[in-house]
């Protein structure tokens, strides 16, 4: 049974590009969500999806939107890159949303912008 | 959600129990305490939780304090493999619930 799988491993961008990053869920999870992590910083939440509609976000500007997929599957695209959007972006799936529910992590996409 | 408090970092010899301390006086009684570990180069990942009563699973055991106000993760005979940062989170029962990561604590662990 495969986890939580996130493509690219790692990228580089250039400053103002725009970037996408894809994710596919733990098999029979709904519920997929996306954070944020600096270098020597705990994971920031960015936003979650559950059937195809965005239901919560984080502290994170409008350039950060995705998307999911029927399948649940999901996508992070960040336009307008700045220096400061470098970071460990990861992908996490649950099924459903409850607080007692476990929530698995993908190994993430390293994304350096110069 | 509450926030916890967590020491910036730990160190402990392998095969030795390792106790892993957190303060969270601002629990709430909807509140479930959730611990996830980061190994190097990893995404976290789910260790343990627990609402009131003391749990235990393969990997650890959550002590909870009666008051709910601090609680103890225990690793029982640490290995190499379990140096990483720990994450003390509290999850809303009540609510949406993703994931609100302080700093953790950095385990290291010594052959």
């Known amino acids: 049974d495969a986890g939580v799988t996130q493509s690219p491993t790692h990228l580089i961008k250039t400053r103002g590009q725009q970037v996408t990053l894809r994710c596919s869920p733990k098999?029979?999870?709904?519920?997929v969500s996306w954070y944020q992590q600096a270098l020597g910083q705990g994971p920031q939440f960015i936003f979650q999806?559950?059937?195809?509609?965005?239901?919560q976000r984080g502290n994170f500007p409008d350039r950060f939107s995705g998307h999911q997929f029927p399948n649940y599957s999901s996508e992070l695209n960040v336009n307008a890159l700045l220096l400061g959007d470098s970071a460990l972006y990861l992908c996490?799936?649950?099924?459903?949303?409850?607080?007692?529910?476990?929530?698995?992590f993908g190994e993430g996409s390293w994304l350096t912008v110069v | 959600d509450a926030k916890t408090t967590q020491p910036n970092s730990m160190e402990s010899n392998e095969e030795e129990p390792v106790h892993l301390p957190c303060n969270h006086s601002?629990?709430?009684?909807?509140?479930?305490i959730h611990w996830y570990r980061q190994l190097p180069s990893q995404g976290p990942e789910y260790v343990i939780h627990?609402?009131?009563s003391n749990v235990n699973n393969r990997m650890a055991s959550l002590a909870i304090a009666e008051d709910r106000k601090s609680s103890t993760l225990i690793l029982h005979r640490a290995t190499l493999r379990d140096a990483a940062v720990y994450y003390c989170?509290?999850?809303?029962?009540?609510?949406?619930?993703?994931?609100?990561f302080g700093k953790g604590t950095k385990l290291s662990v010594k052959p």
């Open positions: 989170i509290l999850r809303d029962g009540g609510s949406q619930g993703n994931l609100i």
């Open positions: 098999s029979g999870h709904d519920t």
């Open positions: 996490a799936s649950s099924l459903g949303d409850r607080a007692t529910n476990t929530i698995y």
């Open positions: 627990g609402l009131t």
């Open positions: 999806y559950y059937e195809e509609e965005e239901r």
């Open positions: 601002t629990i709430s009684g909807t509140d479930y």
